[in-house]
């Protein structure tokens, strides 16, 4: 198949909604529900019928302390799915390998999702240049075993856009197409509840970098841990009203892309973001 090269667009004046599809046994977020191929394939294609544009297949969790697959299990868990899916509709592959992208890719991944912008394999960048694939680059301290202790800034915000910048202009140095580019200030990664909602408070600062911006919040703890007491968080799976809220907040602002676990969700708030604007349809 031909990767498609340009950034996949939403419906009309919306945003587009990207399912998550973790193939995981330890994602935060659904705690491995989909880890068998078949049950991710069927939840793929569910939430491509609610609604979502894009579907990113991932086969590493991300949570604060995961360990690492090995390099052959990532590629056992994602490239059945991927190769599943992607007669569907546009599908990004979420890793940070490089061999795991190229396999990918080579099944009918459209979109490289790095977490950690192409910062963890030097083969990375080179390999998305070559492709010619829209490229989503997070803003990433370092792997998720201790990245909370690197959740230290002067300024949240102007640093981590500051750090964004510097990693965009590397990238188009190395060959990857500024209009394929995506930033995404990675919520949750080497970030504090309070450092989440303050780059939520002032995304356009990230949206005035040039580039399309992913917004990831969905399920993260700090929405979980907002009108609550320390120890009464709701759990992530109660947490998608309050991810259509964000969710609803990023598409004002003119977000490129959502990520988002609740797909009805985010259609939903999308649609009322919309109405708002004067498109009710
Ligand atoms: N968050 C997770 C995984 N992949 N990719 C991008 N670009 N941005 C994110 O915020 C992001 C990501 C966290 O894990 P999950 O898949 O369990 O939500």
Not at 64 to 77: C, H, M, T, V, W
Not at 204 to 222: C, D, I, M, Q
């Amino acid at each position: 198949m031909t990767p498609a090269t340009e950034l996949p667009v939403g419906r009309p004046g919306r945003p587009v909604v990207m399912g998550v599809v973790n193939v995981t046994p330890d994602s935060f977020s659904d705690g491995g529900a989909w880890f068998q191929p078949g049950d991710a394939l069927a939840h793929g294609r569910a939430l491509r019928g609610q609604g979502a544009d894009v579907l990113d297949v991932g086969g590493e969790s991300t949570r604060p302390g995961a360990e690492r697959p090995s390099e052959a299990e990532e590629l056992r868990r994602v490239l059945p799915v991927v190769e599943g899916l992607a007669g569907l509709g546009p599908v990004s592959i979420d890793t940070m390998r490089a061999s795991v992208a190229a396999a990918a890719l080579d099944v009918g991944a459209t979109l490289v999702n790095d977490v950690s912008g192409g910062l963890a394999d030097p083969d990375m960048v080179p390999l998305v240049a070559e492709r010619g694939v829209p490229f989503i680059a997070m803003h990433w301290r370092g792997h998720s075993a201790g990245m909370q202790e690197r959740a230290v800034y002067d300024d949240v915000v102007a640093d981590v856009c500051r750090e964004l910048a510097e990693r965009a202009e590397a990238l188009v140095a190395a060959g990857v197409a500024p209009q394929r580019l995506v930033l995404d200030p990675g919520f949750g990664f080497a970030k504090t509840a309070e450092h989440n909602w303050q780059l939520l408070r002032r995304l356009e600062e990230v949206l005035a970098l040039g580039h399309p911006v992913l917004v990831g919040t969905s399920r993260k703890a700090f929405l979980g841990k907002v009108g609550r007491e320390p120890g009464a968080e709701r759990p992530p799976l109660e947490r998608d009203v309050a991810t259509a809220v964000t969710t609803a907040h990023a598409a004002r602002l003119g977000a490129w892309c959502v990520r988002v676990h609740d797909v009805v969700a985010a259609v939903d708030a999308l649609d009322v973001v919309a109405a708002l604007g004067g498109d009710a349809s």
